[in-house]
């Protein structure tokens, strides 16, 4: 079995390019801004008509910028940043992660072609691939993608994509890369997986075979909640479309929202180091509690894919964990206006701790076998660990609990 690296190399030393301006030390005075610039101009200035030409038809790899929208020195030095995190040939980022799911659709696939997607893929993910791509004649199925003999067996001749996430939304199903990445090179299908809740810092899913992954920056990337950016990275040999759709398909990205994205990529490593050890002390302690029905965290050893995610991601097991309180959706509703230390936001990733509630936002469109497939109900709470004391994490979630009934003995 393939061992990807232990945790990577997530905050290296302040490369040469992120110091801008290079200083002329010729001249007495001068310095360096230590934090990069940000380029917020939508336009370059070009030397002659030839220069113009030659940047329009090589792109910002030619080693200069146009037009903003077809890339900006912020945008470069984020998708460099990423690059090197997943070790992946090629990375650009997009305005957020919807749009990196749309170029990697648009870059390879076609009217009258098939994809496959796990059936647990983040809910807007599944109305764009199986929706939205279906107006275009693209047609799709939903397989179980923790079961690899279902996924073989749902390839046909026309298939050409196959669509996982890491870890899945909400009850963190972990898939096997490798495993399904040897079955799409068997049958010429792409591995296209969605590494948002691992992030690089857990998981390298180049490194175990997947053609192309993507990210939404907005999440644990960033971990700041104050930016909406996507990540799309892969092989060169699958790459020559992407800058072709992002630049005219309208998908690209804001300078400043880049700026602040790289500056959170610089903590990433230590965020989830800290943010997976808070969640497995919070999943440790839900799991003791008499109010919890379940609690599934790849962390514990209850979790059915917890020897895979112990393989598979480096040593931590992310900042997720959700849980079911027996007593339904009335238990969630005092869970959750009790437990007032822990804002419901229906995102993830921050550095702070917060609670979503799958039923009513995420998995509102599930139908109700679906939900009772997934094991949601009304009970389910998904909580994302910031990276706070443990201790004061665990008392927030008590003051949550003791506002729920008991089970009835
Ligand atoms: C949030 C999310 C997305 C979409 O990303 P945005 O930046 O919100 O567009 C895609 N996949 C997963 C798993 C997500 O959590």
Redesign the pocket.
């Known amino acids: 079995m393939h061992q990807p690296e232990r945790l990577p190399e997530n905050s290296p030393l302040k490369s040469a390019e992120e110091i801008c301006p290079a200083p002329d030390f010729s001249k007495p005075g001068q310095t360096q801004p230590l934090s990069p610039s940000i380029h917020l101009a939508s336009v370059y200035r070009c030397e002659s008509p030839e220069q113009a030409d030659y940047l329009l038809s090589t792109g910002p790899d030619g080693g200069g910028y146009v037009y903003s929208r077809d890339g900006h020195p912020n945008a470069s030095l984020l998708s460099e940043k990423c690059r090197q995190l997943h070790a992946a040939d090629k990375a650009m980022v997009c305005g957020?992660?919807?749009?990196?799911?749309a170029a990697a659709a648009l870059a390879h696939l076609q009217t009258g072609e098939h994809l496959l997607v796990a059936n647990q893929?983040?809910g807007?993910?599944l109305q764009l691939l199986t929706g939205e791509l279906s107006r275009l004649g693209i047609t799709s199925d939903a397989v179980n993608a923790c079961d690899l003999g279902a996924v073989a067996a749902a390839i046909r001749p026309q298939t050409k994509l196959l669509v996982v996430?890491t870890i899945s939304?909400p009850t963190l199903r972990v898939v096997d890369v490798a495993a399904l990445a040897k079955i799409c090179q068997k049958s010429n299908v792409l591995l296209l997986v969605?590494n948002?809740?691992a992030s690089p810092a857990l998981c390298r899913p180049i490194d175990l075979g997947a053609d192309l992954v993507?990210e939404?920056?907005?999440?644990v990337m960033s971990g700041h909640s104050d930016v909406?950016?996507?990540l799309i990275c892969g092989k060169e040999r699958h790459w020559s479309r992407i800058p072709v759709v992002l630049s005219s398909w309208g998908l690209s990205s804001h300078p400043f929202d880049c700026w602040l994205a790289a500056r959170g990529l610089a903590t990433l490593g230590l965020r989830v180091e800290r943010c997976s050890s808070n969640a497995l002390r919070a999943a440790e302690f839900l799991e003791a509690d008499p109010r919890v029905k379940c609690v599934y965290y790849p962390g514990l050893a209850s979790h059915p894919d917890h020897a895979l995610a112990a393989r598979q991601l480096a040593g931590h097991f992310g900042s997720m964990v959700t849980f079911t309180l027996g007593g339904g959706i009335s238990a969630a509703k005092s869970f959750i206006s009790a437990a007032k230390k822990i804002p419901f936001c229906p995102?993830?990733g921050d550095v702070s701790t917060s609670l979503s509630h799958p039923l009513s936002t995420s998995h509102r469109a599930l139908s109700e076998e679906a939900r009772r497939r997934d094991g949601i109900d009304g009970g389910t709470i998904r909580l994302s660990l910031g990276i706070e004391p443990a201790e004061s994490i665990v008392d927030a979630l008590r003051e949550g609990l003791a506002a729920v009934e008991p089970p009835q003995p």
């Open positions: 957020s992660g919807m749009s990196a799911l893929l983040y807007k993910t996430e939304n969605d948002t809740f993507v939404s920056l907005t999440k909406l950016l996507g995102s993830l």
